[in-house]
């Protein structure tokens, strides 16, 4: 605490710290002393006294001190705080925005995955508004003529076995009647796919013809059949002990049913399993040629079922 | 459309619209105007004709307590937020328009008002209504310790506490500051005001005489203390004597108005500790490290800073120029506003 260790001389006589030193020990009061009156630590006043004001992070808290000293010693306030406007050039506070880079660039990062999202979003809506075609990849279109040909080749002695039923007698002679009744005799009967008609329901089991599905309801359940284009061929709530028949059915067709459980069918007079495909007494399944070929392959099986 | 050209030639103003006293800092210029917040109204033409402004700010305040019948002086804040709206207005009007005085055009600049942070969502919005009123064109708020701390010039973006306590006209405002956002903050309608009500209130149960509000001011800021000092300082009041009812007058010393002043300054005392007993504790450690710093009227109470330290055993400092520091914080943080640093302000 002696005097000399500043060397920074503030206008020809002492510099602030010598002049708030002096004061105090004229006073006979230890530095301690103060410090405890002003509620700070020894260490900042030891500073302030050698001119040293880097402890106090801001020019307000030097001043502060300094008029505390000046108040308790009956100082000179402002030609104090005038000293130590001279001698201590006080860094001016800087005042600015904290940085918000990284906040930022998260921001963008999540605005590319939204876009990403946007657009997998509008692709998904485009798809899901296009005509619902599921089999198209599987099975495609033209292949649908020869396949029902081939079948109808299958079971060719089946047809003549069994009268066709009312309102399908002549084929040939009808090029407007429905398309499954017209598909042995014309190449071309894939391009036209009509719903079994209403005549066509009320169809005896003795009646069963080569390539043709029978759904037969126990009990009231709900129907829905569409071919491969989506198109729907059968959508009612059948009543129970009714039958529905497509005659020469362009496969494959997809079948949901209600009620399944209650609903028989039948493919070419050979029993369909359709339980594996129902969920809660709903049934939703493609039935395709693979089933169909796998059915007419189970002829052991068959003879045991048709018996009517 | 044609505001947007007015605001050209206009100055940005940060407006310290407080119970007392309104401070305007303009841009670039500094304190430029400051002003008590009184309006005196005129009523012209009997009781049901139209008011107009007679007075507003200095000359308004001289007439507190001594206006004929068809004057009324009032003060339209109260605690620190709006009493009444219009009148509020009008004096906003009346001060931007003074600041602007040679000004071809009417001026619409853009205007930051400070608000107690206590305040509510109405009371602030009612403030920015009024402002937006008086021509402002854009008007942004800034929480009054906030703007105090910034003219004070503590270091609020470091990540250290910074404790402000700003002791207005109604409101004492206790705020935690770290990284340019107010950590705890809390507002107790104790203030100036206060001050000298509870002076009122001892002059006239000690002496049976009333006084008058500008004179419980006056004995405020010639010899209330806060702290017992040394030295006792007297001086002499005029009031009417209860009793005769004529006036009379005594002599008041600075211990008696300290015992006048027990309740208010406790009110404040316990606040600041309240605040400090609900830093979280790192904060807390930077500030008793630090200091608390005053700001404000308040802060030129004789000794506060000593009772405020004896209390609470921190270091206390009285900012420089403790009375403009909200007004001068605002104008630094306008100044913000276009480099981007929105951090200060309120949003509504």
């Known amino acids: ?308 | 459309m044609f505001g947007r050209f007015r605001r050209l030639f206009s100055d940005d103003l940060s407006i310290d619209l407080g119970t007392a006293n309104t401070l305007i800092y303009a841009r670039g210029q500094g304190i430029v105007l400051n002003e008590p917040s009184v309006v005196a109204i005129r009523q012209e033409r009997g009781p049901s004709g139209p008011k107009t402004i007679a007075a507003v700010g200095m000359e308004a305040k001289n007439m507190l307590g001594r206006t004929p019948g068809n004057i009324s002086a009032i003060r339209p804040m109260k605690d620190g937020v709006i009493a009444d709206f219009t009148v509020t207005e009008k004096m906003l009007q009346y001060f931007i328009h003074k600041v602007h005085q040679n000004r071809f055009l009417r001026p619409s600049p853009r205007v930051l008002v400070s608000v107690p942070c206590g305040s509510t969502q109405v009371e602030r919005r009612a403030i920015k209504e009024s402002a937006s009123g008086a021509g402002a064109s854009e008007v942004f708020l800034i929480e009054e310790p906030m703007a105090a701390a910034i003219g004070a010039g503590l270091p609020i973006g470091e990540a250290r506490g910074s404790m402000v306590l700003d002791i207005g006209g109604g409101t004492s405002e206790v705020a935690v500051i770290s990284l340019n956002g107010i950590v705890y903050s809390a507002s107790v309608r104790i203030g100036g005001d206060r001050f000298d009500e509870a002076i009122i209130n001892y002059v006239r149960r000690n002496y049976g005489t009333l006084i008058g509000e500008s004179t419980a001011e006056r004995i405020k800021k010639e010899i209330g203390s806060a702290f017992p000092g040394t030295e006792v300082h007297e001086m002499e009041v005029w009031g009417r004597n209860q009793a005769e009812g004529v006036p009379r007058h005594f002599m008041l010393n600075s211990n008696e108005i300290l015992e006048a002043l027990q309740e208010p300054l406790s009110g404040i005392v316990s606040a600041v500790r309240a605040a400090l007993e609900k830093t979280p504790p790192e904060l807390g450690a930077d500030v008793a490290e630090r200091g608390l710093v005053l700001t404000g009227g308040g802060a030129l109470l004789r000794d506060l800073d000593k009772l405020l330290s004896e209390e609470t055993g921190l270091p206390v400092i009285i900012a420089d120029d403790p009375l403009t520091c909200v007004a001068r914080g605002g104008g630094t943080a306008l100044e913000m506003i276009d480099e981007g640093g929105r951090d200060f302000l309120v949003l509504e």
């Not at chain 1, 040939?172 to 598909?183: G, H, I, L, N």
């Not at chain 1, 067709?253 to 809660?280: M, T």
């Open chain 1, 1 to 308: 605490m002696q005097d000399g260790q500043t060397g920074h001389d503030a206008g020809g006589g002492e510099t602030l710290g010598q002049r708030l030193r002096r004061a105090r020990e004229s006073q006979g009061l230890e530095v301690e002393a103060v410090a405890e009156r002003l509620h700070t630590d020894v260490t900042r006043l030891k500073a302030l006294e050698h001119d040293d004001f880097s402890p106090f992070p801001a020019a307000v808290f030097a001043r502060g001190y300094v008029r505390g000293y000046a108040r308790m010693f009956s100082l000179p306030e402002a030609e104090l705080i005038a000293l130590y406007e001279k001698q201590a050039a006080p860094p001016a506070v800087s005042l600015h925005p904290l940085p918000a880079t990284p906040y930022d660039k998260k921001a963008t990062l999540l605005t590319m995955a939204g876009r990403v999202f946007a657009l997998a979003l509008l692709a998904g809506a485009v798809f899901w508004l296009m005509p619902y075609t599921p089999w198209r990849d599987e099975h495609p279109a033209l292949n649908g003529a020869p396949a029902a040909l081939n079948e109808e080749a299958h079971s060719g002695e089946d047809i003549q076995s069994a009268p066709p039923p009312a309102g399908m007698a002549d084929d040939a002679e009808s090029p407007d009647a429905d398309a499954f009744s017209s598909v042995s005799t014309r190449q071309d009967a894939a391009v036209s796919e009509r719903p079994v008609s209403e005549s066509a329901q009320n169809v005896s089991p003795a009646e069963t013809s080569g390539d043709a599905l029978v759904l037969r309801f126990n009990a009231e359940s709900w129907v829905e059949v569409y071919d491969q284009r989506g198109k729907t061929l059968l959508y009612e709530l059948a009543p129970g002990g009714a039958t529905r028949r497509f005659e020469q059915p362009q496969l494959p067709l997809r079948v949901r049913l209600g009620n399944s459980p209650a609903v028989n069918i039948e493919y070419n007079g050979k029993v369909f399993d359709q339980s594996p495909h129902a969920r809660n007494s709903v049934a939703d399944f493609v039935f395709d040629r693979k089933i169909a070929a796998a059915m007419q392959s189970r002829e052991d099986d068959a003879v045991s079922v048709t018996a009517e």
